[in-house]
Each structure stands twice: as structure tokens, then as C-alpha cells.
């Protein structure tokens, strides 16, 4: 099962044994009724049959003789299909005796042979009788007095009354159990959704905390998510301890390097000149390297921050403001869409990357720089990006020639000032928080740097 809704999973569950439940319990009462039902029917028609024997007797021609009387208006209405009928057998003569109800017409019975009688010398079949009903027939045979005259005793009921009996208690059963589902799902679904509020409490303060609105989960929670809440706040003040050690052995090993390393440069001016060119190449090569490693050293430490977030519009437009100043011959314009776009990522992080790109944009653009912001579109379970481009007019670059930019410590124009490492870093940075950096050819013919970057989910 892919992941989804806990809450619609759980009411999916519910709901679909509620279902099978109550239509389980549908068929089995609907089965228990019509077995009862036909039990009654049954004996119903054993009574009417020892009724219909106990008011026929022989009289004085050797016939048949009787009226039963069996307190049912059904049996004198022709056609209603009940019906009780008397039959002579072997030696005994004369007419049969019959309900008014059966007419003229005679029922079919199986052979002996086909339907034997039962130990209590009965037996019961279905017939047809002459006005279309579906009979339920019960038979015995009695034998009447001392001189072995016997005669056949059949007693029929209508199936189609009890079939509709049946089918009137299956429809009032289904309505009841349906309404009696319905209300089920609806409480079930009310109880699930105030059971589980609780969890859309926690995400709810999970997402202010990525939105970097609080600094733990606040709040009461129930016995069963309150541990759960509590490692969540002991891995973050744990995570708030690992960055704040990180910064601080970074300042200090940053503080540690740069007064050698200023020596170094100022003793080179005592130099030769060809001694200090030197010294003071390689003093400033090692310097941008330590910052390099240093600065790969304290995003490793913040990327895995909940609480990183930084708003991309204020910060574009701070660098853009800053880089127009120093170039005024330049004209630096932006596009940002949303404007209320927040990536996943420290600020300075941001500012270095985005600075390094724009300051090389400026470096060799003729007219104009523009830097566009855009969301990309992203699959379902993967995390959202948003995109920089950093386009310039300037004379762009080749293939060839953007794989050599890449490269660490490469200057393709030794004219430009720099230590060839800006492209680098910008790599670093985005490879930290698992984005990406390449360059292509801009619109306008110059160089497209593209910085894609996580941006923030906010919850609602």
C-alpha cells in the first residue's frame, strides 16, 4: 500500500468492515428467518393436515364423510392456493372431499418410489396448482376404521405467501441495517477523526517549526504520542547543540588561521619583488582554500537543520541592490515568481552562493544582468526545488569551455581578478543541501548559471 492518509486509511478500514460485517449479519438473519419461517410453514400445514383427519370418517354407505373446518377463509376461496383434499384409496368408494378452493382441479404427486414417506408416514412436495400458484404440499395416507379402508390426506399451502412474507421481513432487515451502517460510519468516522486529532496537532506543530515559528512541539499531547513528542524535542535541541559546536570550532579554527596567514603576507612585502609576488600568491591561494574548507565544514553542520529556512526574495534583491551600486554602467533586474518562495537553506549559504554568481555575471557582462527565480516541477513524494538563473550578455562560453569553468581553481580570463574557486564553492553549497549547479548558454547569447535548491514545505 502506497503511503497516504492515516486517517483515510483507518476510516478505509473501518468502513469496509462495517460493510462486510453488517452484510454478513444480513444474509445469516435473512437465512435464520426463512429456515424459521419454513419451519412454521411446515407446521402449520401438519396442523391443518391432522385437523382435516380428525373431522373425516366413514359413514354408514361406506363413504367418505366430513366437513373440516379449519378456521381459515383461504380454503373457500377459489384460486387463493390452500387447500385440504381427501382422497379414497383401494377398496373404499365413493367421491373425494375437497376445499372449495381447489375447484375441479387436481394436484399432481410424485410416486412412492420417488418420495417415500417419513417415519411419521408423511411426506411433503411441491406442486402446481391449476391457477398458477407453487404449492407446499403435506400427504399421509389413514387408514379409517377396523375393516381396512384407508384414504389419501393432503393439506397445501401457498409458497408465494410465504416468499413474500420472507421477502418483506429481508427488505425491512436491509433498510434497518442499512440505516444502522450509515450511522455507524458516521460516528466511526467522527470518533477516528477526534481520536486521531491529536496526530494532526503534532504535524501541524512540526510544520511551524520547519517554517522556523517555534522551536519545539508545544503542546498536550495523549499518552500514546507524548514519548514520541518528546524524542522529537530531544533530537532537535540535540541538533541545535551539534550546529552551535560546528560555528563555534569553525570561528575559532577560522580565527586561529587568519592572523598566520596575514603575517605571511605582510613579511612578503619586505620581499624582493619576485619573492613577495609569490608569497603573497600563495599566502592568498591558501587563505581562499581554508575559507573554502571552513565553509564546507559549516554547511555540513546546518543542512541538517529542521530549522534552516531563508525567504529568496529579500536576499536576491539585497545582492542586486549592492552589485548595481558597484557597477553602475550595468543594468541588474530580477524575476521572481513566487515572491514568497523560502528555501530550505541557511542565509549566508544562500548569499555566498548567489554572490559568487552574480559577482561573476557582472565580471563579464556587457549591458545587463538579470537573475529569475522559478519553482520547478517536481513528482509526487519528492521534495520541491526552485531554480536561480543568473543570466549575463556577455561573450558566453562553449561546452568545452563551461566543463573547464567547473573546475576548481580554473580562470578562463586571467584579466578578471579572482582565485578561480567562486564556481566551486556554489558547486559545494548546492551539493550540500542535495540540489544542483551547472552553467548553459543564456537566451541573449552570454552564460546561464542555474542554482537549484530545496525550498520549504509549509503545513497548514
Not at 434497518?176 to 460510519?185: D, M, N, Q, R
Not at 498536550?220 to 552551535?244: K, S, T, Y
Not at 519528492?382 to 566543463?403: C, K, S, V, W, Y
Request: proline share 4%; no cysteine.
Amino acid at each position: 500500500m502506497k503511503s497516504g492518509s492515516l486517517t483515510a486509511r483507518v476510516l478505509l478500514f473501518a468502513s469496509v468492515w462495517a460493510v462486510i460485517a453488517l452484510v454478513a449479519i444480513a444474509i445469516v438473519i435473512s437465512q435464520l428467518y426463512r429456515a424459521g419461517s419454513e419451519r412454521a410453514f411446515a407446521d402449520l400445514l401438519r396442523a391443518h393436515l391432522n385437523s382435516v383427519i380428525n373431522a373425516v370418517s366413514i359413514n354408514e354407505a361406506g363413504r367418505l364423510s366430513g366437513n373440516p373446518q379449519l378456521g381459515d377463509l383461504v380454503f373457500d376461496q377459489p384460486g387463493s392456493g390452500w387447500i385440504w383434499l381427501v382422497e379414497p384409496l383401494g377398496a373404499l368408494d365413493g367421491p373425494r372431499l375437497a376445499s372449495v378452493s381447489i375447484g375441479d382441479e387436481e394436484i399432481a404427486a410424485p410416486s412412492v418410489k420417488t418420495l417415500p414417506f417419513n417415519e411419521r408416514y408423511q411426506r411433503s412436495y411441491q406442486a402446481d396448482d391449476g391457477f398458477g400458484n407453487r404449492l407446499e404440499v403435506i400427504e399421509t395416507e389413514v387408514e379409517l376404521d377396523n375393516q381396512g379402508h384407508a384414504a389419501r390426506f393432503r393439506v397445501a399451502g401457498n409458497r408465494e405467501v410465504l416468499e413474500a412474507e420472507i421477502a418483506a421481513f429481508s427488505a425491512n432487515l436491509y433498510l434497518v441495517l442499512a440505516l444502522f451502517g450509515i450511522g455507524s460510519l458516521i460516528v466511526n468516522a467522527i470518533a477516528i477523526l477526534y481520536g486521531l486529532r491529536p496526530l494532526d496537532h503534532a504535524r501541524q506543530a512540526l510544520g511551524r517549526i520547519r517554517a522556523g515559528e517555534a522551536q519545539q512541539l508545544d503542546g498536550v499531547f495523549p499518552r500514546e504520542i507524548a514519548p514520541l513528542a518528546g524524542e522529537i524535542n530531544a533530537l532537535i535541541e540535540a541538533n541545535h547543540r551539534v550546529v552551535d559546536r560546528a560555528r563555534m570550532q569553525v570561528g575559532n579554527l577560522a580565527h586561529s588561521l587568519k592572523t598566520p596567514i596575514a603575517v605571511l603576507i605582510n613579511e612578503s612585502r619586505d620581499m624582493t619583488p619576485a619573492h613577495a609576488a609569490l608569497v603573497r600568491t600563495q599566502a592568498e591561494t591558501m587563505q581562499a582554500q581554508v575559507q573554502t574548507y571552513l565553509d564546507r565544514a559549516r554547511i555540513a553542520a546546518q543542512r541538517g537543520s529542521v530549522l534552516a529556512r531563508t525567504e529568496a526574495a529579500p536576499v536576491i534583491e539585497r545582492l542586486v541592490r549592492v552589485m548595481a551600486k558597484l557597477n553602475r554602467d550595468l543594468d541588474f533586474t530580477t524575476d521572481i515568481e513566487p515572491r514568497d518562495a523560502v528555501l530550505a537553506m541557511e542565509s549566508q549559504d544562500l548569499e555566498e552562493a548567489l554572490g559568487n554568481l552574480v559577482e561573476n555575471a557582472a565580471k563579464f557582462a556587457r549591458h545587463k544582468v538579470v537573475v529569475r527565480l522559478r519553482p520547478l516541477p517536481g513528482t509526487e513524494g519528492e521534495r520541491p526545488m526552485i531554480r536561480i538563473d543568473i543570466d549575463d550578455d556577455g561573450p558566453g562560453l562553449d561546452e568545452a569551455g563551461m566543463r573547464e569553468a567547473m573546475k576548481r581553481g580554473r580562470r578562463l580570463d586571467e584579466s578578471k581578478p579572482g582565485t578561480g574557486l567562486g564556481l566551486s564553492i556554489v558547486g559545494e553549497i548546492a551539493s550540500e543541501y542535495k540540489g544542483a549547479f551547472a552553467l548553459a548558454r543564456a537566451e541573449n547569447g552570454g552564460l546561464s548559471a542555474q542554482l537549484t535548491l530545496p525550498a520549504l514545505i509549509t503545513e497548514a
